[in-house]
């Protein structure tokens, strides 16, 4: 798969102290990005500089900055429900040895909170697996007919799969007998 080199101080000079998942919100076109889902509370897009290829991120529609302090149990867990079926879209979707998910962010950038959901190949080097994996400028190069397709299937296999009602079941996994 072809590569690019990404030079992020340059991306982050371009945001201008803009939140980049606010700007695809309001549909501003510098902001342009694949979005492979979308409701009331959150929205899920391609990462527009995948380290691995089918790299999506979540976040929720309201701009919120901390990861579990700015939401409700209810909330957080309505939103961990969406990483895990667009998850399961993923891995149907995409070769996946391992689907690594984590939330990052900075208060000097990247404040709005998201998940990164990024599925490792199979066949990666241990070395090269984990972090090394992501904490990376260096992209897949992918062309905007590529992500249309990778998107569309996405989208499709996250459309196919049932929403679960929530809350599923709110109550202690293992109660006292
Ligand atoms: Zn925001």
């Given amino acids: 798969m072809r590569t690019r080199t990404v030079d992020f101080d340059t991306v982050r000079e371009q945001l201008a102290g803009r939140c980049f998942i606010c700007e695809l919100l309001a549909g501003n076109p510098e902001f342009p990005h694949h979005v492979v889902y979308e409701d009331d509370h959150a929205i899920a897009f391609l990462n527009r500089y995948p380290a691995l290829y089918g790299y999506v991120l979540v976040a929720p529609r309201e701009h ?9 149990r209810a909330e957080y867990l309505r939103l961990q429900a969406l990483v ?12 996946t040895e391992r ?8 208060r000097q950038g ?10 490792l190949p199979p ?11 992501l904490d990376t400028n260096v992209c897949l190069d992918l062309s905007d007919a590529e992500l249309n397709e990778l998107a ?25 007998p």
Avoid: M
């Fill in 64 to 72: 919120r900055e901390e990861v579990t302090g700015d939401f409700t």
């Fill in 110 to 119: 990247n404040r709005h909170v998201h998940w990164h959901l990024a599925p």
């Fill in 152 to 176: 569309s299937k996405i989208r499709d296999a996250i459309s196919a799969s049932a929403e679960e009602p929530y809350p599923i079941d709110d109550q202690p996994r293992f109660e006292e």
């Fill in 123 to 133: 066949g990666i080097p241990f070395d090269r697996q984990q972090l090394a994996a």
């Fill in 84 to 95: 895990h079926r667009v998850g399961e879209a993923i891995r149907r979707v995409v070769p």
């Fill in 99 to 106: 689907l690594y998910v984590l939330s990052l962010g900075s």
